[in-house]
């Protein structure tokens, strides 16, 4: 009965992991903000660095002793996993360091990525010394894996810090109407690095508690993730055709035949209008504009503004 919810719980992580990295990508193919693609590209090493860590530690775990290993090869193969899973960690990070320059519009400095290797230099430093401790002389008696565990934390709680204050720093260069959905999203952000320490303290829980608290970690990305779905029409530019080719869409409405009212939604995508814009110019329900896009996607077998675009820029 453990082990089918486990199942579950894998299935469920892995389908969260799938949902935000379709959302992620959505973002990029709709709006011209580098902050969609820094962000697309965070929730993608993030996953792969969540699955390989957690779910690749318990799974090895549990081949190694469905083959009745040694205690002291179990301990040694399922303590070095994580660390495998190192530079999709680093690569994180860097990601996270960038959204926050993205989001603020602030130019990147390269001290930003120096002082990003610094740290870890040190943090490189520490887990060496971790893995040189033996058991016995770890505080607490808790074991390896525990302190790992808490060094990741502890290094996505430091990234925090200097996400927020980079925004702090830049926030009087954002935009009026953006600040308070900046400082949301920040909020967010730090509400999910809170649910990701929950589920530490209570890492040596029973399995029955470890299952459910291994689900939070996966959903806590989601939170932010979903509000910038929802504010995003407010926070970024929608893709445009920037050099329409009058030949080419000409020739994309014959190919498909689309009708009319087709074409119109399609010039007011092309000038990067939202869909309530468009609603507004040719007094339509938002519901038919979507409905309009979708039958437009499908005819054309493209799935985003960005394609649609590409097709008729020349």
Same mark, same amino acid.
């Given at each position: 009965?453990?082990?089918?919810?486990?199942?579950?719980?894998?299935?469920?992580?892995?389908a969260?992991?799938?949902?935000?990295?379709?959302?992620?990508?959505?973002?990029?193919?709709?709006?011209?903000?580098?902050?969609?693609?820094?962000?697309?590209?965070?929730l993608?090493?993030?996953?792969?660095?969540?699955?390989?860590?957690?779910?690749?530690?318990?799974g090895?775990?549990?081949?190694?002793v469905?083959?009745?290993?040694?205690?002291?090869?179990?301990?040694?193969v399922?303590?070095?996993?994580?660390?495998?899973?190192?530079?999709?960690?680093?690569?994180?990070m860097?990601?996270?360091?960038?959204?926050? $320059?993205d =989001? +603020? &519009? !602030?130019?990147?400095k390269? #001290?930003?990525?120096?002082? *990003? %290797?610094?740290?870890?230099?040190? @943090?490189?430093?520490?887990?060496g010394?971790?893995?040189?401790?033996?058991?016995?002389t770890?505080?607490l008696?808790?074991?390896?894996?525990?302190?790992?565990?808490?060094?990741?934390w502890g290094?996505?709680f430091?990234?925090?810090?200097f996400?927020?204050?980079i925004v702090?720093?830049h926030?009087?260069?954002?935009?009026?109407?953006?600040?308070e959905?900046?400082?949301?999203?920040?909020?967010?952000?730090?509400?999910?690095?809170?649910?990701?320490?929950?589920?530490?303290?209570?890492?040596?829980?029973?399995?029955?508690?470890?299952?459910?608290?291994?689900?939070?970690?996966?959903?806590?990305?989601?939170?932010?993730?979903?509000?910038?779905?929802?504010?995003?029409d407010?926070? $970024?530019? =929608? +893709? &445009? !055709?920037?050099?329409?080719? #009058?030949?080419?869409?000409? *020739? %994309?409405?014959?190919?498909?035949? @689309?009708?009319?009212?087709?074409?119109?939604?399609?010039?007011?995508?092309c000038?990067?209008?939202?869909?309530?814009?468009?609603?507004?110019?040719?007094?339509?329900?938002?519901?038919?504009?979507k409905?309009h896009?979708?039958?437009?996607?499908?005819?054309v077998?493209i799935?985003?503004?960005m394609?649609?675009?590409?097709?008729?820029?020349?």
């Amino acid at each position: 009965m453990l082990s089918l919810a486990f199942i579950v719980v894998f299935v469920l992580c892995f389908a969260v992991a799938v949902i935000c990295i379709l959302i992620g990508h959505e973002l990029v193919n709709t709006y011209k903000a580098a902050f969609c693609r820094s962000y697309f590209y965070y929730l993608l090493a993030f996953f792969v660095f969540a699955l390989y860590a957690v779910w690749g530690q318990i799974g090895m775990q549990t081949l190694l002793v469905s083959i009745q290993t040694t205690k002291e090869v179990e301990i040694l193969v399922t303590h070095f996993i994580p660390v495998l899973g190192a530079p999709f960690f680093g690569i994180t990070m860097i990601m996270f360091l960038k959204m926050a $320059f993205d =989001l +603020v &519009a !602030a130019p990147l400095k390269s #001290s930003a990525f120096f002082l *990003h %290797l610094i740290i870890f230099v040190i @943090i490189a430093t520490m887990i060496g010394g971790l893995y040189l401790a033996n058991k016995e002389t770890l505080p607490l008696g808790k074991t390896i894996s525990f302190y790992l565990i808490l060094l990741i934390w502890g290094i996505e709680f430091l990234y925090m810090l200097f996400f927020t204050g980079i925004v702090v720093r830049h926030y009087k260069k954002v935009r009026p109407e953006k600040r308070e959905k900046v400082l949301q999203f920040t909020l967010l952000l730090v509400t999910g690095l809170l649910l990701r320490g929950v589920s530490l303290a209570f890492y040596e829980a029973v399995p029955w508690v470890l299952a459910p608290l291994i689900l939070l970690y996966f959903i806590s990305p989601l939170i932010p993730l979903w509000f910038i779905r929802q504010q995003s029409d407010r926070l $970024f530019a =929608l +893709v &445009a !055709a920037e050099q329409p080719n #009058s030949d080419k869409k000409e *020739h %994309l409405y014959q190919k498909y035949r @689309i009708t009319p009212r087709e074409r119109e939604v399609i010039e007011q995508l092309c000038l990067g209008k939202t869909n309530q814009q468009i609603a507004d110019s040719l007094f339509i329900s938002l519901q038919t504009v979507k409905d309009h896009t979708h039958r437009i996607y499908t005819k054309v077998g493209i799935n985003s503004r960005m394609k649609l675009v590409q097709m008729v820029n020349d």
